[in-house]
């Protein structure tokens, strides 16, 4: 049984380790797997046995997504555009998957549309047509209800169902996705995606451990945080910042000028959830992976959801969280040394209350892999 995975990250890299441990899952329940990916190289992605087929790289222009660019960060035209679809569309050809797994579209990744709707329709007229799915995180990026009924449309059109990357109970995809209701084929609820395992740090004991993924919009976060550290009763602990691969190099400058002693900056490791479980305190931005760390190891936690243009997934998620006394959130706007250092002081000073329990699902990767398997043995007998 043979999957074609399209996935494509284009500002953080959180897409693509969730991409990697879904590729896991599905090889773990028995798929012949072969991720198609559009984004800038990853050190450390991990697809495992998957086949891997790399199309020119294209990323966002910024972190408002106004607009993408290839890799020297000039604008597409349509000669690069006609230029990538040919080659997505070869590949269909090539693998003949017996499912097409699609990761966002049509909820989000709306800028290649340009690509995406060929290969649906050239999926769609396929013999025989393979069975399409979409890959959806727990919360969308909410939409004006005209882009939701677009997405609805091609829902309909083209797909087969639809898999939710989170649990009903906690987050049912009603909360960012109006149209819910008017669906027309089977959401498949899958539990959250991670990697469960966690290796030991050597390092971490009782440090502050401050990060923001991939970096590309996180001076803000780690500009506060080393700012804050001398008001903070935790100013006599190491406080480890820890670097995304897409930081600017005049940013990671303007870091090294703020590091005081006491301060460890480097690239981000493998081992961050050890170290994550060796630590004291966690202040990070709110996104679907980090979140997932957290909750595994169950440090102490600082939120700063990413906002963006309008964006509201990481704010849902994290306001789930703090109401439940998970974490503390501390909103963009309220990013000031001073208030941060109250927060980080309250949840501190809370640790030894009485920690709420939370039962979420983390073995999203294998059960994905199950569903599409269980789907694809209904549809052939």
């Known amino acids: ?71 020297q960060g000039k604008a597409l035209d349509d000669d690069f555009k006609a230029h990538r679809r040919a080659l997505l569309l070869q590949a269909l050809e090539q693998i003949q998957p017996d499912a097409l797994l699609i990761e966002s579209y049509p909820f989000g990744r709306g800028q290649l549309r340009f690509e995406l709707d060929p290969l649906l329709q050239q999926a769609h007229n396929m013999s025989p047509r393979p069975l399409i799915l979409s890959s959806a995180r727990d919360i969308l990026q909410r939409r004006p209800v005209e882009k939701e009924q677009k997405a609805l449309k091609l829902l309909e059109r083209y797909f087969d169902g639809v898999l939710v990357h989170g649990q009903q109970d906690f987050v049912p995809l009603t909360e960012s996705f109006s149209l819910c209701d008017q669906l027309n084929i089977p959401l498949h609820y899958t539990g959250y995606v991670t990697d469960t395992s966690v290796t030991p740090a050597a390092e971490g004991q009782h440090e502050v451990i401050v990060s923001a993924g991939g970096g590309a919009v996180g001076l803000g976060i780690m500009q506060a945080a080393l700012l804050a550290r001398p008001l903070t009763v935790l100013r006599e602990h190491r406080w480890r910042v820890l670097i995304g691969p897409n930081l600017p190099a005049d940013q990671i400058a303007t870091l090294q000028l703020l590091a005081a002693d006491g301060v460890i900056l480097e690239p981000i490791r493998s081992d961050f959830r050890g170290l994550l479980a060796n630590a004291a305190l966690s202040i990070s931005q709110g996104g679907y992976n980090t979140l997932m760390d957290i909750l595994l190891t169950g440090v102490p936690s600082v939120i700063v ?77």
């Open 1 to 71: 049984m043979r999957v074609m995975f399209y996935v494509q990250h284009l500002l953080g890299i959180g897409h693509i380790k969730r991409a990697a441990q879904l590729s896991l899952g599905m090889q773990q329940a028995g798929l012949d797997v072969w991720v198609v990916q559009g984004g800038e190289a990853v050190a450390g992605i991990d697809f495992g046995q998957a086949n891997v087929i790399s199309l020119p790289a294209i990323r966002a222009a910024d972190a408002q997504f106004s607009g993408l660019v290839d890799e």
């Open 305 to 381: 959801p990413f906002e963006g243009k309008g964006e509201t997934e990481q704010i849902t998620r994290t306001a789930k969280l703090e109401a439940l006394g998970i974490c503390a959130m501390v909103r963009e706007q309220q990013l000031q040394p001073e208030y941060l250092a109250r927060v980080i002081d309250q949840t501190v000073t809370n640790l030894h209350q009485s920690s709420p329990e939370l039962s979420l699902q983390l073995a999203g990767a294998r059960r994905s892999g199950d569903i599409i398997r269980t789907l694809l043995e209904q549809r052939h007998g």
